[in-house]
């Protein structure tokens, strides 16, 4: 049996964990060494040619740019009809593919607990929480805070690509370069996301801001980008490529979507979403799961190996929670002498 097909058999269900992939934690990345075509081209079919939050994204950015934005000539001069009408569209999507996935999985529970990874619900009646409640607390943070920081970089880059302040590429133009930005912008996110993650688990930085994120033990969909305002200041700043990297308006609605709604999946709490028992696609990161069980693992993605690299992977096996609770230990021993 292959990787892939290991991981979509159903797990034993332990004390720990309702459901979890195949352990040691193993999903196809393109970064292998020595390099593996084969590992390159399982993570680019894995992830491009059939039905994943990815494809929905590049599908989103498409019926945006067709239908959803103001004209570019009416975005030369910064207006409030037009500023609105882009921040009331990330609000629109964002309560639509969030607001629906809580209803299906949690309010409705149309799953039941099918590759559900905790055993737990959503929390209620805890002070540490907004409004102490979790799903509250997480909408008012994704939608007070974290909309609004994305409709803002979203307006800047429209007013700068109307006014031509940005470099532009065409699919006439150069399309490999048009086709080649779309997975490495997935890795430049990736990759830009371990490094803010990283600087946000600096004690300072994580009381200060990045806490109010981990209040979410156990996560959901509206979860992913419940974080603190200067957390999404840092997290949205990945866009800011697009200002030096010629880059169509569709690669720059692809990354916003998948800045701003890829979290809803992966913090989903679910592996994959199924209709009527028939899996339709990949939901959420068990690895990033670990991450908000475990704190001091996982600081990235699993496209990326940087947690491999600098000591930090938790492959979801007691050997390596074990290993990761020693770290967190000897750190805390190592700052208090
Ligand atoms: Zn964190
Ligand atoms: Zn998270």
């Known amino acids: 049996m292959n990787q892939t097909a290991a991981n979509q058999k159903e797990q034993l269900v332990d004390k720990d964990w309702n459901w979890h992939p195949h352990l040691p934690l193993d999903k196809a990345t393109p970064f292998r060494w020595p390099p593996s075509p084969a590992g390159i081209w399982r993570w680019i079919s894995s992830s491009w040619f059939s039905l994943t939050t990815l494809v929905l994204w590049v599908g989103l950015a498409l019926v945006t740019w067709s239908f959803m934005l103001p004209d570019l000539v009416r975005m030369q001069n910064f207006e409030l009809g037009w500023i609105l009408q882009i921040h009331f569209k990330n609000l629109a999507v964002t309560c639509l593919f969030a607001g629906g996935l809580h209803w299906y999985l949690y309010g ?3 799953q039941g607990k099918k590759r559900k990874f905790t055993h737990r619900d959503m929390a209620r009646d805890k002070p540490m929480f907004t409004f102490s409640d979790q799903v509250k607390d997480n909408m ?3 939608l007070a805070s974290g909309v609004t920081f994305w409709s803002l970089y979203e307006i800047v880059y429209f007013w700068a690509l ?6 532009f590429v065409n699919f006439i133009d150069n399309p490999l370069w048009f086709v080649v930005w779309f997975p490495l912008i997935s890795l430049w996110s990736s990759m830009h996301f371990y490094w803010i993650h990283r600087f946000l688990h600096w004690p300072p930085m994580f ?3 990045h806490s109010l994120h981990h209040r979410n033990i156990n996560v959901g969909p509206w979860s992913g980008i419940s974080m603190h305002p200067l957390e999404h200041f840092l997290y949205f700043n990945s866009v800011v490529i697009h200002f030096v990297v010629a880059s169509h308006p569709l690669h720059v609605l692809f990354h916003f979507y998948l800045q701003g709604l890829n979290p ?4 989903s709490g679910f592996e994959s979403l199924f209709v009527k028992d028939k899996r339709q696609m990949a939901l959420g990161d068990f690895f990033h799961q670990l991450h908000h069980r475990y704190f001091d693992c996982n600081y990235g993605t699993s496209e ?3 947690d491999k690299w600098f000591g930090s992977y938790h492959d979801g096996t007691d050997e ?3 290993r990761i609770r020693k770290t967190m230990i000897d750190k ?5 002498t």
């Open 140 to 142: 008012f943070w994704s």
């Open 332 to 336: 805390h021993r190592a700052a208090r």
């Open 320 to 322: 390596a929670t074990k």
């Open 108 to 110: 409705k529970k149309l």
């Open 207 to 209: 009381k200060l801001a």
């Open 264 to 267: 809803i999946a992966s913090h």
């Open 162 to 167: 109307a006014n031509h302040y940005v470099p």
């Open 304 to 306: 990326m190996p940087w």
